[in-house]
Every structure is written in structure tokens, then in C-alpha cells.
T-cell receptor
Framework: GAVVSQHPSWVICKSGTSVKIECRSL??????MFWYRQFPKQSLMLMAT?????????EQGVEKDKFLINHASLTLSTLTVTSAHPEDSSFYIC????????????FGSGTRLTVV | AQTVTQSQPEMSVQEAETVTLSCTYD???????LFWYKQPPSRQMILVIR??????QNATENRFSVNFQKAAKSFSLKISDSQLGDTAMYFC????????????????FGQGTTLQVKP
């Protein structure tokens, strides 16, 4: 399966600033990556599908202008939380679909964002 | 739209015992995949087992096996000889099989079941 690196593992930022989270597919050219948000002891909520070379597809209710997604290359997708507020504090996870869809997905190790 | 339901928020099991986690789903699709993912305290999502809906044989991976009942839309996970390292949150997930227009292959997750293995 794919090897996925997500950075940073955790970040603390001040309210009103922006934070960028990177997701890299290290051994596989990923045309599609997914971004999730997870609150403690809850399930993963899909935020958007990141498509290489085109605009991301956002799930209903996700603010496109707050959560900017860029997938400029086949190995890198970034999620930028703009003008962060304390309610944006959460655990963010990216995932990459494997070369064979039947093998499911590989997930990054996640980023814990705390906005103070 | 597809939905996945895990009705057991929390479960516990004694080490070396067997435990079964339940999952039901709703879909009008006939071709799809089902997965069980594990999320230990590190929060790294790990694939435990997968099942292709067109295969009648239940998938097994070492101590992990599934009971796939397509007509009942049920996909339970059995963990045999439970180990302390099995302590984690377990998610059942659904994915359409074919990547067609409008199908990005996204995973649809259940609410999760927190499993505690006790020594």
C-alpha cells in the first residue's frame, strides 16, 4: 500500500492566523487525496476530496474559504486553515487511495491543531 | 446515499477472549467494498480487514475475521485471542466499487466502537 507522511503532527496557533498542513504520498503518485476532521472519540468526517491539478470537492457544510486545499503535484496535498478560531481546533487526517482501489486507503498520522 | 451504523459505542473483553463488533450498512449498490479500520491511542488509522461484496467467502486476517451477510447488510468483525494491543477504536467503512463519474471512491465511516482489552 501507499506510504503517507503528514506534517506537522501537532501545531498551536493564535486565533486569526493561518496554518498549513501537508500530506505527502511518498511512494505512489496520488491523483486523489482525502481530508478528514475528527473530534475526540468521534468518527472521521470527510471534509473534501483533493484532486491533482483541479479544484477540491468539498463536502456539504465545509467552508471552502476557511479550509483551502491545494493539490499541486501527484505527491503533495495541503490543507490551509485560514483565520483560525478556537472552534477549528481538531484532529485533521489525510488519506490516499491505493493503486488498487480494493486495497482501501492509507492514512497519514494526523495533525492535532490547537487554536488559542 | 450510503450509511454505516455501529451500534456499540464501547465494548470490553478479557485478554485471550473473543469479541465481536457489529456493523450494519444501507446501500442500493450491489458492488462495493467494506473495511474495518483500527485507530489505537496513537490515532494512526490502520486497515484491519477488507471484504469485497461480490465474494461470498468471509475475509480473514490472522486473528481477525468477518461475518459478511450481504442480504442483511451486516458486516461484523470477530477478534479472536484478544491482545492488549487490540485496544483501539474500530471503524467500519463502506466504499463503492467502481470509480465512475460522481464516485470519487470516498470512504463512508460508521460512528466507531471503542474496544478495551483488559488484562
Amino acid at each position: 500500500g501507499a506510504v503517507v507522511s503528514q506534517h506537522p503532527s501537532w501545531v498551536i496557533c493564535k486565533s486569526g492566523t493561518s496554518v498549513k498542513i501537508e500530506c505527502r504520498s511518498l511512494d505512489f503518485q496520488a491523483t486523489t487525496m482525502f481530508w478528514y476532521r475528527q473530534f475526540p472519540k468521534q468518527s472521521l468526517m470527510l471534509m473534501a476530496t483533493s484532486n491533482e491539478g483541479s479544484k477540491a470537492t468539498y463536502e456539504q457544510g465545509v467552508e471552502k474559504d476557511k479550509f483551502l486545499i491545494n493539490h499541486a503535484s501527484l505527491t503533495l496535498s495541503t490543507l490551509t486553515v485560514t483565520s483560525a478560531h478556537p472552534e477549528d481546533s481538531s484532529f485533521y487526517i489525510c488519506s490516499v487511495r491505493g493503486q488498487l482501489i480494493m486495497y482501501g486507503y492509507t492514512f497519514g498520522s494526523g495533525t492535532r491543531l490547537t487554536v488559542v | 446515499a450510503q450509511t454505516v451504523t455501529q451500534s456499540q459505542p464501547e465494548m470490553s473483553v478479557q485478554e485471550a477472549e473473543t469479541v465481536t463488533l457489529s456493523c450494519t450498512y444501507d446501500t442500493s449498490e450491489s458492488n462495493y467494498y467494506l473495511f474495518w479500520y483500527k485507530q489505537p491511542p496513537s490515532r494512526q488509522m490502520i486497515l484491519v480487514i477488507r471484504q469485497e461484496a461480490y465474494k461470498q467467502q468471509n475475509a480473514t486476517e490472522n486473528r481477525f475475521s468477518v461475518n459478511f451477510q450481504k442480504a442483511a447488510k451486516s458486516f461484523s468483525l470477530k477478534i479472536s485471542d484478544s491482545q492488549l494491543g487490540d485496544t483501539a477504536m474500530y471503524f467500519c467503512a463502506f466504499m463503492k466499487r467502481f470509480l465512475l463519474s460522481g464516485n470519487t471512491g470516498k470512504l463512508i465511516f460508521g460512528q466507531g466502537t471503542t474496544l478495551q482489552v483488559k488484562p
